[in-house]
């Protein structure tokens, strides 16, 4: 069920490119791939990646590209800036993956299913005491949606924390030009890390 609200949320018409990251076993890449039109999915781990090209070896609109994602250019890896981007994210890399997933050309869309925690902070609005560095970042240039919550018995083993699952839109109006981001990103940063702080104190 929380494997088809993640292809569900991608919105595939079946004409679509689709990057995943990390498919594992393959569990969510089964489901992708009856509805991409092609998918790219990147796995690190050689032995995973040998076991998903075994298991996909029959589908050619499939292909697994054995690597680290944080080091590769996700368009490239697609073949086109028009993508789309799912993933069970690990939750130690939640945070780079997102802002790697942010630099332009940007996906489309992009799934995830992450943390709650770090779900509720990318979508929290302002004034809330989830309201932080990430959701800010991430807000300036896309729009976030919680899609689902996800038990800890959804899994197996089970975790010892909740997930869930959001959806991050692209904005057709970004707050901070591209060559701005970085800049904008690090003064977020700094200003939330002082959060005790005047803001005159924190800007200077």
């Known amino acids: 069920n929380v494997l088809g609200r993640i292809a569900d949320a991608l919105a595939l018409t079946g004409a679509e490119t689709v990057v995943e990251i ?8 089964d489901v992708l791939a009856e509805r991409a039109g092609r998918l790219v999915a990147v ?22 590209v054995e690597d680290d994602v944080l080091a590769r250019d996700l368009a490239a890896v697609a073949g086109t800036a028009d993508y789309v ?11 780079p993956i997102l802002f790697h997933a942010l630099q332009p050309p940007r996906p489309r869309r992009a799934v995830y299913l992450v943390q709650k925690e770090v779900a509720d902070r990318v979508t ?5 005491k989830e309201y932080g560095a ?34 991050v839109t692209p904005r057709a109006d970004p ?17 939330f890390g002082l959060r005790r702080k005047q803001l005159r104190r924190v800007v200077r």
């Open 85 to 95: 981007l799912a993933g069970n994210v690990p939750y130690y890399i939640t945070t």
């Open 22 to 29: 990390g498919p594992g076993r393959g569990a969510l890449t």
């Open 43 to 64: 796995e690190i781990d050689r032995d995973l990646a040998a076991l998903l090209r075994d298991r996909f070896a029959a589908r050619p609109h499939v292909a697994i």
């Open 124 to 128: 929290a609005a302002p004034g809330g």
């Open 134 to 167: 990430l959701g800010v970042n991430v807000q300036a240039v896309a729009r976030a949606e919680l899609i689902a919550r996800v038990p800890p018995g959804a899994f197996n083993p089970p975790p010892q924390v909740d997930s869930a699952v959001i959806r």
């Open 175 to 191: 707050v901070v030009a591209p060559d701005e981001e970085r800049r904008f990103r690090a003064l977020v940063q700094e200003a």
